[in-house]
């Protein structure tokens, strides 16, 4: 029995008295180690429906421009992992003239499709399972599930293997994309809460981002709006902060960071001080909130010279 598009949990079914399987002939099968025996099941229910769609985001002229700060930074060859959102889908779209690229990624997007579709992508270049699709699940459109159902080149693996960052770092130039909800001026992002509300999970946003940094020529980029507006207020808000909010989950710590890119640029924090990463992000932040982040900056002590003057920070 394929567990079709879901993450499969075969490294975990022993650990369960009793399991149940539900049963949906508009599943698509797909390959790798992503089958369960029947005798397997408690008990079987059959329930056919559709698989549940996630039509491709439209992309934005922020989105593009993201993307287009990213792309160039992407070798032939690369090795990609990309999420859901209208920025992974900006960022296929400006990776369409690329050569020779991989696919090793937590969820399988249109974007990947598109990508082997156009010939940029092919997995010949891959040192870690070469000539395959490799994810733990797919969310996607109708026509994503097609191409899925049945295809030899796609390998789902359990969460435990497909998501260990020893086995992503296999990948020679890993590039990892992800984004993120904030990110304060030393590079901590919070991915997954606001303030200590839980607001999504952490997903492979850490395994990925240490697979790429483990990876010969690997790059990890958090890709990011710079602002955002607050539901609340209707206030247009930096994502660029000072601080996390209070409460906020820590993701991905400060040492993990390594590009991170907005609209207005793309910065490499890596090997970087506090010093450093702080002017780095704050050249990247909307222009309306770049002095009152120079301001905090300078209170706590990132900076010792006004950058208004001809001291340097």
């Keep these: ?3 079709g598009v879901s993450g499969n949990f075969l490294d975990i ?8 399987f539900e049963v949906n002939e508009y599943q698509p099968t797909i390959h790798g180690q ?30 593009r421009a993201i993307a287009e700060n990213i792309a160039p930074l992407v070798e032939d060859g690369s090795t990609i992992q990309l999420g859901i959102g209208a920025v992974p889908n900006a960022i296929g779209e400006c990776l369409l003239g690329k050569k020779h690229l991989g696919c090793y990624t937590e969820m399988l997007p249109d974007a990947i499709m598109k990508l082997f ?4 992508l092919d997995n010949s270049m891959k040192t870690f399972h070469r000539y395959q699709f490799n994810a733990f699940f797919a969310a996607g459109s109708a026509e994503l599930y097609k191409w899925l159902d049945g295809n030899p080149a796609v390998c789902f693996m359990p ?4 998501n260990d960052p020893y086995n992503v770092a ?4 890993m590039v990892a994309i992800n984004s993120t909800l904030e990110i304060d001026l030393t590079g901590q ?8 509300f839980q607001y999504t999970a952490t997903g492979g946003q850490v395994d ?3 697979g790429a940094w483990m990876s010969r020529g690997g790059k990890a980029f958090i890709a990011i709006h710079s602002t955002a507006v607050d539901k609340k207020t209707g206030e247009r808000i930096s994502k660029i902060v000072p601080q996390l909010k209070p409460g906020a989950a820590v993701t991905l710590t400060r040492t993990d960071i390594m590009y991170v890119a907005t609209e207005y640029g793309v910065v490499n924090l890596k090997g970087k001080s506090i010093r450093e990463r702080a002017r780095a992000l704050i050249s990247i932040a909307h222009p309306d909130f770049r002095p009152e982040l120079k301001r905090y900056a300078m209170e706590v002590r990132y900076f010792f010279f006004d950058e208004a003057t001809d001291g340097r920070p």
């Design 34 to 63: 992503n089958f369960y025996h029947i005798s397997q099941a408690t008990a079987v229910v059959e329930n056919h429906h559709p698989v549940f769609e996630i039509p491709p985001e439209p992309v934005t002229e922020v989105d």
């Design 208 to 210: 990925f981002t240490r």
């Design 117 to 120: 579709e156009a010939g940029a």
């Design 159 to 162: 969460l435990s293997y497909n």
């Design 1 to 3: 029995m394929s567990a």
């Design 170 to 173: 296999k990948n020679d130039k």
């Design 189 to 196: 992002c919070c991915s997954e809460s606001l303030g200590p």
């Design 13 to 20: 079914l022993d650990r369960f008295e009793e399991v149940y």
